[in-house]
């Protein structure tokens, strides 16, 4: 009898270790780490050593992850800090209508061009936009109106522009971080193409520089421009979000470029759906002429990957052509992209 009991309770026991187990495999947070293979290791290899040897603050590992138009697949995650660990970042904006010269500011991008962003430039804003609203200087000394503290960039970064920093050059300083913001992104081991492609805008990033810095969608400029604000990139294409840290809104020749071929134009990233992105140009100077909607194609033997837009752009990629993963600003989430909520997103 007593026997029987303890058959009885083990049995219970362990159903409900089981049912306990499955519980939490099917609800828990934490993205299941794949099997090591010698497969997976070498595709790690691949993945670790395109990166800059500082770009990464975590392992590259393998995990479960769901895309954007819900295929369960297996994606690489690691995590970044987001900021360039080598290149001085700026300057964005020039202090005084009188600074002259490509180091006064950064620059600033309309109508397919990239503008130098001195004093001129900002001193002619009026007649650039049509609009005599634009003054961003004090006329008896020519010093230009620039957020200058960490609440001025706060307050001015916001997608509704304080009204006292109306009329500004809107820069953050990476010193304004009290941490840097570390990323952690998800991205298919494989590229799933989309059904359709899809737009890349209201995003946490489209993708990732070899030196860890994040390329995003396109800077929201109509939000910018009404409060007669400009917010400039510097000549990398990039600037201080006080929320997301250092990206970019550009692709120059900045970032670490992997030659691919003697003709190709060499890859300077990975998109969020997986597909490499590279130059604009071929090393020969010339641009390729059968390009998609998203800036893509395969080609050279070369499987589908995307060109990057000129940098006065200010869209890096046209679109998704694949399911795209995640960027999550903690560490150890599972990526389910077909739920994006959101999330930190920020000019
Ligand atoms: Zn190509
Ligand atoms: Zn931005």
């Known amino acids: 009898m007593k026997k029987y009991i303890l058959v009885v309770l083990f049995a219970l026991f362990i159903g409900f270790v ?14 299941v780490v794949m099997l090591e ?87 002619n804003l009026n007649a650039f936009y049509e609009d005599e609203q634009w003054k961003l200087y004090d006329e008896a000394t020519g010093e230009i109106y620039v957020t200058d503290t960490k609440e001025a960039c706060e307050a001015a970064a916001r997608p509704d522009v304080d009204e006292a920093y109306h009329n500004h050059c809107v820069e953050c300083q990476i010193s304004y971080l009290e941490e840097l913001p570390e990323v952690t992104y998800t991205i298919p081991l494989e590229p799933v193409p989309g059904k359709t492609v899809q737009s890349i805008n209201n995003q946490n990033g489209i993708g990732i520089a070899f030196n860890g810095v994040r390329y995003d969608a396109p800077a929201p400029v109509d939000a910018i421009l009404a409060a007669h604000t400009i917010a400039p990139f510097d000549d990398c294409g990039g600037h201080v979000n006080p929320h997301v840290g250092y990206h970019y809104h550009a692709a120059t020749d900045c970032p670490d470029q992997i030659i691919v071929d003697d003709e190709h134009a060499p890859v300077i990233g990975l998109a969020l759906d997986g597909y490499a992105m590279h130059t604009q140009l071929n090393l020969d100077g010339t641009a390729p002429t059968d390009l998609d909607e998203c800036n893509g194609h395969a080609s050279n033997d070369l499987p589908y990957h995307y060109h990057v837009a000129e940098k006065g752009a200010n869209q890096i990629l046209g ?27 920020g000019r």
Request: hydrophobic share 35%; proline share 3%.
């Open 18 to 31: 089981w049912s306990a187990f499955l519980k939490t495999s099917s609800l828990s947070t934490l993205p």
């Open 37 to 123: 293979s010698a497969e997976y290791a070498e595709k790690i290899d691949v993945i670790t050593d395109s990166f800059r040897e500082d770009a990464l603050v975590s392992d590259v590992s393998i995990v479960e992850c769901t895309l954007s138009a819900g295929t369960q697949t297996e994606c690489f995650q690691f995590t970044t800090i987001q900021a360039p660990r080598t290149e001085t970042v700026g300057p964005w904006c020039p202090t005084n209508i009188t600074d002259a010269g490509a180091e006064a500011g950064g620059m600033w991008l309309e109508n397919n061009e990239a503008y130098e962003v001195d004093g001129t430039f900002v001193a």
């Open 319 to 345: 679109c998704y052509h694949g399911e795209s993963g995640c960027v999550h600003d903690e560490k150890g989430i599972a990526c389910d992209a077909s739920v994006r909520t959101g999330g930190r997103g």
